[in-house]
């Protein structure tokens, strides 16, 4: 039944559309051992985990059905795209990106912000059949999300779209800095450990039940989606030089948002006044941010699609969080990944703690 509606709403919604359908890359399966742990581990994984070659991103196995049409995404020279590893600061900096494009308009960013900036790769990041699951099904307002909808949504969407996509540049349409202005996001990995393990516990379509030890061991081998975390950066940072890129990190968010909002205005060729960057700062604080029905995702709350124990989706927004989460061993295994993995680019950046 998936498989048909996926042939029917995919192919035909975006037959015409995609220009190429190869892919360059090896999409291998896990051994079958692997594969059922993750299932275990992660409820919502219902189609197991791939990996890219060469890289070894990876991904849920429905990945497989999508990655040509992500490859040949049609793009638009108006598209704006926000490109990160998950936990970056992703949420606020296209919430700050939207407004720019949009001209400070705050009565147009009460819509939720997925629909007003798509994720591209919803369709293969949250299998749709854990919405067809009868308790959850029953409680939603439409009918479940079909395999190609969100997909399908985003090729009709008029211009100028803004985009977020947690795919690495390599996955991505090769023409991508050429036609479009692309902000990527980075954060200290110790802080995106953290963040993502409450990530992969509050939603259901990760559907984590283990503790952080367990979830950071994964992180460090890399069995998590959208990792290996350093080949993501890496790719990003290959590229800073094109003027069609702006690397943000999440601390320079924290340690001075005003100048942040100056650089990427000016990046995206848009004015500020002093009274714009006050409403601006004012909307982007984390306590605005975390009441912000448009942002929070707090209507999935009654849904069982996420679960507020663990401190919503606007969390903690704080740098350094780590300390509290890290014991001696882990932060000498992390130490060492940072090096291993790294390979240098980890002094690039500077975080808070
Ligand atoms: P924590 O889980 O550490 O709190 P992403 O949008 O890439 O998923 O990143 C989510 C992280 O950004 C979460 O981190 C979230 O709380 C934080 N965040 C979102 N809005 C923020 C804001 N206005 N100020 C500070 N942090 C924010």
Not at 126 to 146: A, G, M, S, T, Y
Not at 243 to 253: A, W
Not at 265 to 283: C, I, P, Q, T, Y
Not at 325 to 351: A, I, N, P, R, T
Request: aromatic share 14%; net charge neutral; proline share 6%.
């Amino acid at each position: 039944m998936c498989g048909f509606i996926f042939r029917h709403s995919v192919t035909s919604s975006l037959s015409g559309i995609i220009m190429a359908t190869d892919f360059p890359y090896k999409i291998e399966t896990l051994p079958e051992e692997e594969n059922e742990q993750i299932k275990t581990d992660f409820q919502g994984y219902l189609s197991g985990a791939v990996r890219v070659q060469p890289a070894g991103y990876f991904f849920q196995g429905i990945y497989r059905n999508y990655a040509h049409h992500y490859y040949n995404f049609s793009l638009r020279d108006t598209d704006v795209f926000v490109v990160s590893y998950p936990k970056c600061g992703t949420t606020w900096t296209q919430e700050l990106v939207w407004l720019l494009i949009h001209d400070l308009d705050f009565e147009g960013a009460k819509v939720k912000l997925d629909t007003r900036f798509p994720f591209i790769e919803r369709d293969s990041a949250l299998d749709c059949n854990v919405f067809h699951r009868p308790e959850i099904c029953r409680k939603l307002n439409n009918p479940p999300p079909e395999p190609g909808d969100n997909l399908a949504s985003m090729v009709a969407k008029p211009s100028p779209r803004t985009l977020k996509t947690h795919m690495p540049f390599s996955l991505l349409p090769p023409a991508l800095l050429d036609i479009c202005k692309v902000i990527y996001v980075v954060r200290d990995p110790r802080d995106v450990v953290v963040s993502y393990y409450h990530h992969h516990r509050m939603w259901i379509t990760h559907g984590y039940k283990g503790d952080f030890k367990t979830f950071f061991n994964y992180f460090l081998n890399e069995k998590i989606l959208w990792s290996p975390f350093w080949s993501h950066v890496g790719e990003a940072w290959e590229l800073r030089n094109k003027c069609n890129l702006l690397i943000l990190t999440y601390d320079e968010l924290k340690a001075d948002l005003s100048a942040c909002i100056s650089k990427v205005a000016s990046f995206l060729g848009k004015e500020v006044s002093l009274n714009d960057k006050a409403r601006l700062m004012k909307h982007l604080h984390f306590d605005s941010m975390k009441r912000n029905p448009a942002i929070n995702c707090e209507d999935d709350v009654p849904l069982g699609v996420l679960d507020p124990r663990e401190g919503g989706f606007v969390r903690k927004g704080k740098s350094g969080g780590w300390c509290e989460y890290f014991d001696h061993s882990m932060k000498d295994q992390f130490e060492k990944w940072m090096v291993q993995k790294g390979k240098g680019l980890e002094k690039e950046f500077k975080w808070l703690y």
